[in-house]
Structure formats: C-alpha cells, structure tokens
C-alpha cells in the first residue's frame, strides 16, 4: 500500500472547473497572451493509434535495505506498446531545456541536462492567476497512464514530470524527491521508455549501501514509505547510449507551492522545443 500520508496543509477548495476551464489551449494566433509565451499553443493532441496496453506479471518487491521500499514491475508496459508511446510522447509534447541560477559559494549558471515538461495542478486547485506559471491540464494518453500506475501502487497523483533524455549524454544527478509539498512519504512512479539507462540509489546515511538497477523500455519503479528520505537516486551519463529515453514520473502535490516549483524547473523562462522529423528544435509559435 502507497498511501502518500498528507502532513497538515491548508484545507484545499475544489474548483477544478474554474481553474481548466472549458477549452485549455488557445488555438488563435492572434489571441495569445505573450505573456504566456513559454506555454504551448499546440494543436490539440492527436489521437492514439495504439491501445495502451499494461502488464504487471513481473511485479517485484524490493524492501531488504534499510528504509527501501520499492516496486519493480519489468515491461509493465509491454512491447511494441513501450515504443509506440514513446514516439507519440517525443513526437507531441512540448518539451523545455530549463535554465536558472543557484547560489551556492557564487552564483552559478545551470543548464538542466536533459529536456523536461509538466502537467497538473496541486490539490487545493486555486484559481490559474495565484500560481506563477499557468498549470496545464494532463494530456489524455497520461492521465490514461496514471490510472493504471494508481491502480498498481493504491496511490493517487496529480502531477506528471517527464524527462526526456536525448542520448547517454544527458542525465539526473543523485537526489532524493522529498520536497515537503509532497507529504512525508511521498510514492513515486517512475516508468522508462525507450533506450536502456542505469537507475542508482544510495543510502544517505550509509553510501555503501547501493541499489542499482538496468532500466529497459517499459519498466516501472515506484518508490514509496520511507525511501524518499533515506535514499537518493540519479541516472548517470552513459556516453555509449546513443538513442534517447522517456522517463515519466506520477507524484503528489498537496500545495501550490509544489505547482510553482515544478512549473519553474520543468518548463521554466525558456524557449520551447518540439521534436520534429527527427531532430529536437526550438520552436517558435509565430
Ligand atoms: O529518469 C529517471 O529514471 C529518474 C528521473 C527522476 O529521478 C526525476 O525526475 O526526479
Ligand atoms: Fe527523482
């Protein structure tokens, strides 16, 4: 059971309706709000011409580590599904190369090393002008998805983050997902499509102690109780890997403030990039 426990937040209003409201994405030129323009203005999405397909035979439980609480289920979405999704999520997304500055002894200047986006709104679903960036609704073939994922893990997600890494060059550095917005044991979904990556983890109180983990098109892992806190995880370089990968990870939000941040670090101040004929470039919506 992932039951994403909620820590004491202010009590959430349910205005969903008002917030998406009837038609999400302004299809006009000559209606944009420039000041939206990191936002797309794509067409609606096209329709699926796969059925999404599931598979939890090869369910795996991994809880012999100190504060590890892991499912493993390998090709939870199975071949050719795996790659089908994969080339409509690259091929129809909006995708962002989110730039910005850390303090740490000076100022430094970071360019995330791999393409990202985000869909979906905290649980207390304000109005779309209390958040910094306007949120975006979750394209259907996700909130497809995330009904299974909900359904393996008997938890419930709002918000989808997907990295898309172009080739072994790109990657996530170690870090753990326990940001306070997400509760105190936040369940984390994460599936892999397309190219073969390694997933490591380690423990923060004991770095020798390791999980580390191949991750094929199709896997899910999901990560949940404690492991948030005690571990970190990251997927490094592999400058053999020549063909891209999709990962897409299902989490929680229960407040705003987690809406702002994964809209600032996942879509960021930025142009937006769309693959196109093969090629990702900068795509200008005049
Ligand atoms: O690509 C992955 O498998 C991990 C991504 C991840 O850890 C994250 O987005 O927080
Ligand atoms: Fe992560």
């Not at 039951?3 to 917030?19: E, Q």
């Not at 999405?45 to 598979?55: D, E, G």
């Amino acid at each position: 059971m992932c039951s994403n426990k909620r820590k004491s937040y202010p009590p959430t209003k349910s205005n969903i309706h008002s917030f998406f409201g009837p038609s999400t994405i302004k299809k006009h030129k000559q209606q944009h709000d420039r000041s939206l323009f990191t936002y797309p203005f794509l067409d609606p999405y096209p329709p699926l011409s796969f059925t999404l397909q599931t598979n939890t035979k090869e369910r795996r439980l991994i809880n012999d580590k100190l504060d590890l609480d892991l499912i493993y289920i390998t090709s939870f979405i199975p071949s050719p599904c795996d790659m089908s999704l994969y080339s409509y999520l690259l091929n129809t997304l909006p995708w962002y190369r989110v730039e910005y500055s850390k303090q740490i002894d000076r100022v430094v200047n970071i360019v995330t090393p791999r393409y990202t986006t985000v869909f979906g709104i905290d649980d207390t679903q304000q109005s779309r002008e209390k958040y910094t960036r306007p949120p975006r609704p979750i394209p259907s073939v996700l909130e497809q998805l995330k009904q299974r994922v909900e359904e393996v893990t008997s938890a419930k997600y709002n918000f989808i983050l997907v990295n898309f890494y172009a080739n072994g060059q790109d990657s996530i550095a170690f870090h753990s997902d326990d940001e306070h917005w997400l509760g105190e044991e936040p369940c984390i979904g994460s599936l892999s499509l397309g190219a073969e990556r390694d997933f490591h983890m380690k423990n923060k109180a004991n770095e020798s102690l390791k999980q580390n983990f191949v991750l094929n098109s199709g896997d899910l892992i999901v990560m949940r109780g404690p492991t948030q806190h005690a571990w970190v995880h990251s997927v490094p370089k592999r400058t053999s890997q020549l063909s891209g990968r999709i990962n897409i990870t299902f989490r929680r939000s229960f407040i705003p403030e987690g809406t702002n941040n994964y809209y600032r670090y996942n879509v960021g101040d930025g142009p937006m990039y769309r693959y196109i004929n093969g090629k990702m470039i900068k795509y200008d919506s005049d």
